[in-house]
């Protein structure tokens, strides 16, 4: 199986993800500023899953176009990515509604860090298959920056309960460390 | 008409389903894991879903890519399980909100017992098309697999009213069945 | 402008369309038959609107397909035809949580006019823009099937003042002529 | 990178925004004039967002298909503009449900702000990244009614304090010019 059509079906589940997270933004009732005013922690988690999607869409795809060929296990592996990412818009309204309580704020970090091991998952999956002199494994290297963020979220899910905001902050640096598209792979590939 | 732009539009429903299901998954109330806990059955019903899903797409893929011009029948055939596909979500909230009740079971049955009929008659239409000598019936052969699998799901039925979770099982143990991506096909393509 | 964005486009709008309608079968409270009661006439009435969405895909897409170029015109009666299909999910929704009530039966109707007229119009810009032996033109000839169906439901609208079941018999007798694919098309294509 | 996937991706965004904008339309408890009375104001918001969805996917897929190669900062301006674009159903909902008050009138002007500065934004890192002789320079040249329209915007916000009508009018004039397709584009690529 080309990889031309798991390209085309994870777009389009990223696609209908990012969109469908504004649907947690609920109408409030009234029409002045008290009535906007609760949904300010639900705009800002929005904000973020928004950039968090943005990026997974991203490097997912770089990685996935410079793949030829798909195999059952980075199929599966694959799925396993896109179903974690479509817990994130559940997650981002728990938290946004809780106004960042330390429970969701946890939660939520638990699914950044499951869909970041669904990454790795995959890009291993990819280069295993790919075997030896795998273009993948070239770009990546050890994928320093993957593990790192897997890790952050590790200290940041337990430092939920100590408070909110540190797990908060960590999540949101990570994302500005990823806004940066993966120059390894950009790199690569303009110099081809 | 060539099979192109159905196994297109099929791709984008299904993604859609397997996405839109989350919404099913409402938001708590409180901020506690009280307030988690009873979506609990929610959630391992979605897993179950999603990956039913997941498996539809992967070998209706693998199936229209093999096929190459679609005429009137295969056309309302494919439409057909496209229409039982879309019950997943309704089934799946239900089932989930009540904890795996009877009925509800049993109706989730019912839904995998028409998609996967609906699958059945959709391969014979293509089949049909291709006549002798079809590519697609070397394949799948008398798709012992599949019958297997609606005949599970009519056994399973009726017995939600005995024990919900035997049905239960029953449905984990073919979606576990299927989880293996349809080598026969896979083998054939790789053959050539 | 080539029309291939534009199918794209529209094949997208299309099966989102008819898989968020399901959306409008609420998941009821209760776990029994009763609780499953109510939902028969939503059911009905997804079926109904299912057809009639995968009817429009299909002709759409036949008559976009055949058309090669897209001027502004062609543009905007496209998206005419997707507003007004975008309010079937609402309109299925009310008549069916109605149990068929008069009114939504007729603003069921109202919408599936405005649909078949903006079908209609769309028809007309390609075939000015093909000019003098347009293609579309061949095939449709004078499109009395088209004009036909808008004419039944002119008809409907207000006989469900009198009795809605007549309107919905004329509704679901139109789907049933149109579930036939548009052999006119069809077997142009094929004597290519 | 080629645009062509990044094309793909908004189109199937817009098209998921433009699609469950009709999910805000509730499905109302009766099933008489009365129910369907209160939706208007929705109906009529609903209208105005679709027509501005639909200008958006049309020059958005007309700058894109110009544009041959995307880099870092095209990449992200282009997800800030579907942002922005993603808070449309959310603020036509408001507006709405609370029969164009004078506060969601403003918010909705500072959401087609939002998203009119980012559509400058993408636009000036395309034409940036093109450099001297750049196609779309020649194009839009200042491109004045993009400005102007940002400007309309930014006096309209205030004016929904005086009356939310007058700020209505100047989107739904705004509107207007932009339903005209860009014909500098139109011109220029069919004189090619």
Redesign the interface.
Known sequence: ?TTQ?L???S??????????M????K??E????AA?APLLPVFLSY?MS?AYL?IY??NH??ML?ITERAN?AI??AN?HL??WL??I??VT??MG??EF????AA?YGGVLLMAAIAYLVLQNAIIKQEGEGSRLKKMVGKDVKGKLSAAAYVVAIPLAFVSQWISIGIYAAVALVW???DRRI?TN?SAE
């Open positions: 199986m059509r390209e085309a079906f777009d389009a589940v990223i696609a209908i993800i990012i969109t469908i504004v649907l947690e933004m109408v409030p009234g029409a002045d500023w906007l904000i928004f943005a869409w991203n795809h770089h176009h059952g199929l599966w799925m896109l179903f479509s817990m818009p559940f309204g728990w509604e809780n309580a330390s429970l969701p939660v806004l940066v598209p950009e590939l």
